[in-house]
């Protein structure tokens, strides 16, 4: 990203600030507890699963009694349903959204208000793939699908520019669709923006224990359960398992957010380092005193306000 490239962040954690804005801190503890009621120690994963669809899922119908310019389309890869949002008249571009949930919980319909926004504000029609989740599906059916649904856009919309774009999960499988794109030959998105992506089934980062009890929402003890039932058989270490110990050279530019309180910190923050380091376009923003995810959860904050800037101007720059 010309004039704005943004070098590999030293090392430890980013310097802490106040708390100065108490819409801030609400929203942050509260959304804090929301997701503490979802994710019980002892819940099993299809009862955390079905609680976050209920509490996430919004209908079409009232989607659309809400936001009367809002439509929404399905495609079919064979037994793999895509749902299709577009919140704007004529998208300019093509935004393929994977999204998280650990790779055992979430779905389109739970991510609706989320991918409203992102095609309003990146002015795109956005296509998401209901891939596969573990642990009855583990590794690697939700690359398989992403893959799948991808190739399947692609073919649909050949001359528009296309972005990936991922969450947590769904921030690593984004990456680990890059690396096979790359890996068998084929075109690569305009870029990919990856927020809180989860990149290290190993759960090795520095932050996964600098920040155990400042990350508000989960712990590390989640993450271990969590990457156990996706990993099932499979090499935790594998390239595309934990793509943060990849070769990740030849990429598309990459826009990486994370927050500084939350224990994926150091997932985005190693990849950032290495792509930067292998020749990759990279830029990571950090958001100070911000926790997982927080563009897409917490939206009306200040510093989710100037990351979807960010993200808008990202998206207008590529192509080149």
Known sequence: MTGKKIGPIDGGLPPRRSMTSLKQWLSLRGYGLVTSMLFG???????????????????????????????????QVGALGIEVVCAVESPKRVVFHLHGGAFFMGSPASYRTRTIRLSYRLDAEVYVPDYRLAPEHPYPAALDDAYAAFRHVRALRPHSPIFITGDSAGGGLGLSLLIRLRERGLAMPDGAILLSPWTDMTTSGDSVEANHGRDLWFSRNHLKVWADY????????????????ADLSELSPLLLFAGEDELLLDDARRVHESASREGTESRMLVGEGMQHDWPLALPWLDESKRAWGEMRQFVEEYPR
Request: without cysteine.
């Open 230 to 245: 996706y990993v099932g058989q499979a090499d935790a270490h594998s390239a595309y398992l934990s793509p943060v110990f």
């Open 41 to 75: 120690a002892t819940t099993s994963p299809q009862k955390m699963r079905a609680r976050f669809e209920r509490f996430g899922s919004v209908s079409r119908d009232t989607l659309q009694g809400k936001f009367p310019n809002v439509e929404f389309d399905d495609q």
